[in-house]
């Protein structure tokens, strides 16, 4: 049984587990993704809540007794941002409730909804959201970072299609912002991230029709010939349509298992003609290198694009992300010749036809980026290997530097340096944000940014 006083919350939540009572390791586990850091920090619980009213009386606890807050969606931020040491892990997972107005195109849905069955029930009503690219990623933190996904060149950032945010404030209010009404934590909560000042319950989405249909084109080249693809893939890439996605991964190929840079484009469009005409960029292959594998276009159903970009869970991981202005071939020149210690680690280079940005919300904390997204994802499975490929993410970072126009608050490690944070914002988002928080959070109640 928990200690006094938590065991007075336990009676107002769906499940509390106490630091050091029986269940309290698997509950963190459960709630963290990243192996590497699944036991790194111990909150004094973790505290399970299935609705706004269980979130305000954890917020009401929590100040009445000194604690501190951090709201967990998914838990799949890459530096477990929400498990903190000390204070009350708010588990928002069982908010998962989706209700659509098919006639009015938008649905309001429980912070902690998942990208994939979203996408399932939504196509289903002929209906669509710009869910991220893995299939288990979590609206809460994803769109509260901004969110950039799956048809982002034509429908924008995430956070651009939500018309309103359900959250529990520090004062243990119950509230709706929207531009209209507390337009300042409407601003926030569309691009804060992990230092968001309150704890989000839900939020309402404008809807696009489902795209009629999408097409996919992929090649395969050797690491080794990067200089000779890098021309080709910048030119390809200019030419395409605005709003195609333009991806190009180094990783271990799965078929010949050696260093590759894998180029995928994807377009949704009114009919499978269009979509191809919209890449077709892509169809004349570089007459410098071989493709490793013969060059593959298929139309692909939306629901199933999470599967060209899958993410193995139950790994250990370190992440950082950059964001650059640099074309993709400059970019690839830069970091091809840096082998990863793991064959399960890879970087993404994701950009758009045209060179074309994401489109930002006009006013919100999402205020940069937008251009060619670089991920560096490391993926191990062996703790003796920890620092070889911490070190690896480092290094890659660090060959991306001159090319870097600032990072995303969702995927950059904020604790790898003091001025991570600076660098996923405008200085004048950034000061917005510490006002608010300062005014909307003032005894800090919900942690700040890692
Ligand atoms: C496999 C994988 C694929 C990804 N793909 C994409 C992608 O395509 N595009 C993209 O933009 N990002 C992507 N990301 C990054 C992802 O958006 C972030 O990791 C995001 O934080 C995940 O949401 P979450 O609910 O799991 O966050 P959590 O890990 O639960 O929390 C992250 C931070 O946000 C805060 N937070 C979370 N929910 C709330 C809430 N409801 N109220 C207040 N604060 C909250 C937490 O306190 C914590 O500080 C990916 C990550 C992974 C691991």
Known sequence: MPAPPLADLARHVSALHAHAAAGYDRARERVIWNKRLDKARAPDAVVECR????????????????????????????????????????????????????AAGTARVGAAVIGGPLSERLARQGLAFPVGHCVDVGLSGYVLAGGFGWNAGEWGAACTNVTAVEMVTAAGEIVVASESDRPDLFWAARGAGPGFFAAITAYHLRL?????????????????????IADWLSTATEATHPTAEVGCFLLNHWDTHEPAAVIRVSCCAESEEEARERISPFFALPTTALSLDEAKSEPVAFTELFKMSPMPSGERVAADHAWSDATLGELLLAIHDLPSPSTHSTVDLVGFGGHSRVALPADAALSLGGGTGAGIYALWDDPADDEANRAWVRRMDEALAPLRSGRYVGEADLTAGPDRLAECFTPQALERLRKLRARHDPNGLFFAWP
């Open 51 to 102: 609705s706004a009213e269980e979130v305000a009386a954890v917020v009401r606890f929590a100040a009445a007794n000194g604690l501190k807050v951090s709201p967990r969606g998914t838990g799949h931020h890459y530096e477990a941002a929400a498990l903190r040491e000390g204070g009350l892990l708010l588990d928002l997972g069982g908010i998962d409730f989706i209700e659509i107005d098919e």
């Open 208 to 228: 696009h029709p489902l795209p009629p249909a999408t097409f996919a084109w992929r090649a395969s080249f050797a690491v080794k010939d990067v200089p000779a």
